[in-house]
């Protein structure tokens, strides 16, 4: 039984989790007591994990596998969450994967909104044409496609400055035609503060160097740095320990209530992931590679 509410399966996290402390099958198999071709199948997502195999593969890959089962082996859904009525997740399609962007109303005028992320950019005028709003800036995570794909044609009309670490400006250099706009997601929200907006940027790297989260709204946007009960893969595995960090760094002060929005998969609550996610339950692997 496996929990298909979720953006990753079970196979998936182990997977992620391999490739980060950079161990082959075999010897991850081996130390979970399992068969290498077992071990293969519930990656693959053919056969899914018994509670006292999770907590073995647990103790070899530094994760707390019991609460992981809690989770991915239920079929219950992830919490109900309560959302500002200031956002409206955007729920958008790139190369047919779903994948969420989100605009937030000013706290004090309505009228004015931020867009975070662009779902890819594709169909993206249509849904905020009804909004009545105007876009007073585009704050991106990070710089995969799917989250800034298209931002270059919100730019270049309302000369609307784009919010991206410098580290992530390579992974969307087609998009960057107007220098002038693109600003640092700090110094960016600390202009935005100037017009009223309450905003916190936390820088995330990992899954890509220059992922960063936003917190406002007591939500946060934390595109692919978190996902629901699992994590975006780690830009290589020497990325891993730092996506850790970053996940740590995130959860230091959120209250429980906080809501986790992602760019993929269900949305949550801080405090249930501190109780399942295998990502920010970490614990010393019983192994580690080269």
């Not at 946007?221 to 960090?245: H, I, K, M, N, Y």
């Given at each position: ?194 017009k009223g907006w309450k905003i916190r940027v936390i820088r995330a790297p990992g899954h890509t160097r220059g992922s960063v989260a936003y917190l406002m709204e007591e ?37 429980d209530n906080t809501v986790i929005v992602p760019g993929h998969g269900p949305l949550s609550t ?21």
């Open positions: 039984m496996l929990n298909m509410h979720l953006e990753d399966q079970a196979g998936d996290v182990l997977k992620k989790f391999r490739y980060g402390r950079k161990l082959s099958l075999r010897v991850v198999a081996e130390a979970a007591e399992i068969s290498t071709d077992l071990l293969r199948s519930l990656e693959a997502g053919e056969s899914a994990p018994k509670k006292q195999e999770l907590i073995r593969l647990g103790v070899v890959l530094g994760f707390d596998g019991e609460a992981m089962a809690s989770l991915h082996l239920s079929e219950a859904p992830p919490p109900g969450v309560t959302l500002s009525s200031r956002i409206r997740p955007l729920n958008m399609s790139y190369g047919g994967y779903a994948v969420r962007c989100a605009l937030v109303r000013h706290p004090e005028d309505p009228r004015r909104a931020l867009l975070v992320d662009t779902g890819g950019g594709e169909g993206l005028e249509a849904k905020l044409a009804p909004e009545g709003v105007t876009l007073e800036a585009i704050l991106l995570t990070h710089g995969h496609e799917d989250h800034g794909g298209g931002v270059g044609r919100f730019q270049g009309e309302g000369r609307i400055p784009c919010l991206l670490s410098r580290e992530d400006h390579s992974l969307l250099e087609g998009e960057r035609s107007t220098e002038g706009l693109w600003q640092d997601p700090t110094e960016g929200c600390r202009a935005l503060e100037k939500s946060v946007f934390v595109g692919d740095t978190l996902f629901c009960g699992s994590a975006g893969r780690a830009r290589t595995p020497e990325d891993f320990p730092e996506q850790l960090e970053s996940i740590r760094h995130i959860f230091s002060s959120l209250p801080a405090g249930h992931e501190r109780e399942t996610n295998p990502f920010v339950r970490t614990r010393t692997p019983s192994l580690s590679g080269s």
